[in-house]
């Protein structure tokens, strides 16, 4: 008899906010292929990313890491292992949980699946939007992984749930009660990608960035264009939440130095909205389903102070979809849809 079970994948984090664990971490992310990217040539990538990068950019994100670390660890992990918690409560499925770099790695969790039996897996990113860095990474390294670990194992995968009316829903409930407050502009804050990224990722060579408006206009290319997925998910939010013209705006956060990152900048936004008026800011983090370094750090801390340094007065952080009843309600509901009917997207 086949056994199935559910697979939540999301980024990770270093076991500990000591330099070591933290440059281990940050050489395992960065030393990915397809987030770092450039040079194409292994010993050279290796060699920026071992020797320049991490070894420099390790003390200072283990002091951002030290800033939101609980005493159960990683917020990203801690509130990662309550959502599966919760899942499992609602669904006989076997559901487990892994991060692309870091613990719990995906190597031992597909032999611990492989020894329950399990021959039907449904992986579950915890990324609502395509990138190569993102999604596609960690797919490929659950593919990579298991033809060695477990080559019968049939593999499945929910497809980017940027667009899914649930989850625009969910997205736009948890928010409901923040929209109440009194506030001047709702920033939509996403992850950044390098701009190469979207070329790359666009096979014709023909739409993203060559066609105007490329994003708002309909193209196969939005498969795998992640600027025209957030746009997507911005828009369908602005219409589901009612929000006025001109009341909102997207931002790209968290870009590293070296080329051009998606436009135009979160740092550059907290700097110059107040000089506009925006004196009250509202900021979601629809590209992050659940809190980590770069919402709880980057925005709450750095972003708030930023902000008010530049003259904001009320700064206004919208929390991830973490472990809310409403999120819980779109997995479980995804996951029944994937039992009853094989269905992997909306
Ligand atoms: C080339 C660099 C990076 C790309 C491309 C990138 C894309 C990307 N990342 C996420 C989600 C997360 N990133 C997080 C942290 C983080 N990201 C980068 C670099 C790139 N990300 C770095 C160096 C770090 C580490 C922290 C730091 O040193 O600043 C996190 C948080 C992890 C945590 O432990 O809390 C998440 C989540 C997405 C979705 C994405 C592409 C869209
Ligand atoms: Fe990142
Ligand atoms: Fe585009």
């Not at 990113?125 to 390294?141: D, G, I, L, N, R």
């Not at 593919?143 to 995968?157: D, F, S, T, W």
């Not at 919402?295 to 009320?314: C, F, N, P, Q, S």
Request: net charge neutral; aromatic share 8%; glycine share 6%.
């Amino acid at each position: 008899m086949s056994k199935s079970a559910v697979l939540l994948l999301n980024l990770g984090s270093p076991d500990s906010t000591s330099v070591p664990d933290v440059r281990r971490y940050l050489e395992e992310f960065l030393g990915d292929e397809r987030v770092i990217d450039k040079p194409a040539i292994g010993f050279l990538r290796s060699l920026l990313v071992k020797q320049i990068i991490c070894r420099f950019r390790a003390p200072k994100s283990a002091h951002a890491y030290e800033s939101i670390w609980t005493p159960e660890g990683s917020p990203l992990i801690l509130t990662s292992k309550q959502v599966q918690a919760k899942l499992q409560t609602r669904t006989t499925l076997p559901v487990e949980l892994a991060m692309n770099y870091g613990n719990p790695s995906i190597p031992d969790v597909l032999r611990r699946l492989v020894n329950q039996g399990v021959d039907r897996l449904l992986l579950f990113p915890q990324y609502p939007h395509y990138a190569m860095s993102s999604w596609e990474t960690v797919v490929v390294k659950v593919q990579r992984e298991a033809a060695v670990i477990a080559p019968g194992l049939k593999i499945e995968c929910v497809q980017p749930y940027y667009g899914d009316a649930d989850y625009i829903e969910a997205l736009v409930a948890s928010a409901k009660p923040y929209l109440a407050q009194p506030h001047d502009h709702l920033l939509f804050s996403y992850h950044g990608i390098p701009v190469r990224h979207l070329t790359k990722a666009d096979s014709s060579h023909a739409h993203c960035q060559v066609v105007p408006d490329c994003c708002t206009t309909c193209s196969p290319a939005h498969a795998t264009c992640y600027k025209a997925q957030v746009t997507r998910t911005t828009q369908l939010f602005a219409e589901k939440a009612g929000l006025k013209p001109g009341s909102w705006s997207i931002t790209f956060q968290s870009r590293l130095v070296g080329e051009p990152w998606l436009s135009p900048y979160t740092d550059h936004a907290f700097e110059e909205m107040p000089g506009r008026g925006i004196k009250r800011l509202l900021v979601i983090t629809p590209a992050f389903v659940t809190d980590c370094l770069e919402t709880l750090e980057e925005i709450r801390v750095e972003g708030a102070e930023d902000y008010k340094k530049a003259g904001g007065e009320d700064f206004t952080h919208i929390p991830c979809l973490n472990d809310q009843p409403v999120w819980i309600d779109f997995l479980d509901k995804r996951i029944r849809a994937w039992q009853e009917t094989g269905a992997v997207s909306a």
